[in-house]
């Protein structure tokens, strides 16, 4: 392979924006992209709560997987309008030694995107996962920041299928989806319209847990304090389906709209496809879900590889 060749196929620096802790999908996703050859997470930024207790968990599942090269920046707490947060309650029960974990909160999560995002113009592929205030507040907080991400992908919405409430990550904070999607970013989405095709049952579950020592351990337990939450024994893996989305987008079909956010009593929080054919996102219609299962899974045991 030439030195050009092995610049083409280099691993684009990557962010994952996620509120870890409360439905577990998101360690899940954690642990799936910090190990994926693909991408090179460079950091992490928490939102939405506790974001102190949310990035020491982030931060311990890096470390159990080597990688203490990934910066995690404690992001927003409140939403864009100090709309209530809902907090679960078990959000860090059951990893070790949490409370020692050290969090480095000399730069807040806002700050470290826009100067990652300025450090790798053009190159950053950021992974929103939850809420989207810390992504909005950088784009208020910067004009040029909407123009230097390379992609945007989100875990979030529900544009097709019938609902009595809209997806949670968009109705925690309405009007920060307002703004990420009327940015411009080039994005793909992937929402309730897949991720809840997708499940993890059982036997998955004990493979995974049978992987990476501790973290494997750890993410087991994790899933099942999940299942007890909910009174479910399977649950949809919402956020590392995102993350497989970016990936192997081989495994989706993918419609092209604008998306507008209901802003107003009746509509509000809802999630509407637009214009689609011309639109500005990329968002998941289909997926092949016996080959997602799969994926998913393999990697969750391997590491992510």
């Given at each position: 392979?030439t030195?050009a060749?092995?610049?083409t ?6 962010v994952?924006?996620t ?7 998101d ?14 997470l ?9 974001t ?12 159990q997987?080597?990688?203490s090269d990934v910066?995690?920046a404690?992001g927003e ?7 209530p947060v ?5 959000e ?26 300025r450090e790798?113009?053009?190159e ?14 950088a784009i208020?907080?910067?004009p ?27 109705k ?14 080039p994005m ?8 809840t095709r ?15 020592g501790?973290?494997?351990?750890a993410l087991?337990?994790?899933i ?12 949809n ?5 995102a993350?497989l ?25 809802r999630?509407?496809?637009e ?5 500005t996102?990329r ?12 994926e ?8 992510g590889?």
């Amino acid at each position: 392979m030439t030195e050009a060749q092995s610049e083409t196929h280099r691993p684009r620096p990557a962010v994952l924006d996620t509120d870890i802790g409360t439905d577990v999908d998101d360690i899940l996703a954690l642990a799936l992209l910090a190990a994926a050859p693909e991408v090179d997470l460079v950091g992490v930024t928490t939102v939405y709560g506790d974001t102190v207790l949310r990035a020491r968990m982030a931060r311990w599942v890096c470390d159990q997987l080597g990688r203490s090269d990934v910066t995690v920046a404690v992001g927003e707490r409140e939403t864009l309008t100090n709309r209530p947060v809902w907090w679960a309650g078990h959000e860090g029960e059951g990893i070790p030694d949490l409370e020692r974990v050290a969090i480095d909160e000399t730069e807040g999560g806002v700050a470290y995107l826009l100067r990652v995002a300025r450090e790798h113009a053009g190159e950053l592929h950021l992974f929103a996962i939850g809420p989207l205030t810390n992504v909005a507040a950088a784009i208020r907080a910067d004009p040029g920041f909407a123009g230097s991400l390379h992609h945007l992908t989100i875990m979030g919405g529900a544009f097709w299928m019938e609902r009595s409430e809209p997806e949670h990550n968009i109705k925690c904070d309405p009007e920060a989806a307002d703004v990420v999607f009327r940015s411009g970013i080039p994005m793909s989405v992937c929402g309730l319209d897949v991720t809840t095709r997708v499940w993890l049952r059982e036997g998955e579950v004990r493979e995974i847990g049978r992987a990476h020592g501790e973290l494997g351990k750890a993410l087991e337990a994790q899933i099942r304090r999940w299942w007890s939450f909910v009174g479910k024994s399977e649950n949809n893996p919402h956020d590392p389906l995102a993350a497989l989305m970016a990936i192997r987008p081989d495994l989706f079909r993918f419609e092209e709209c604008d998306v507008r956010v209901g802003l107003e009593e009746g509509d509000l929080a809802r999630t509407f496809p637009e214009g689609c054919g011309s639109g500005t996102a990329r968002i998941a219609a289909e997926v092949d879900v016996a080959a997602a299962e799969r994926e998913l899974v393999r990697r969750l045991a391997a590491g992510g590889a």
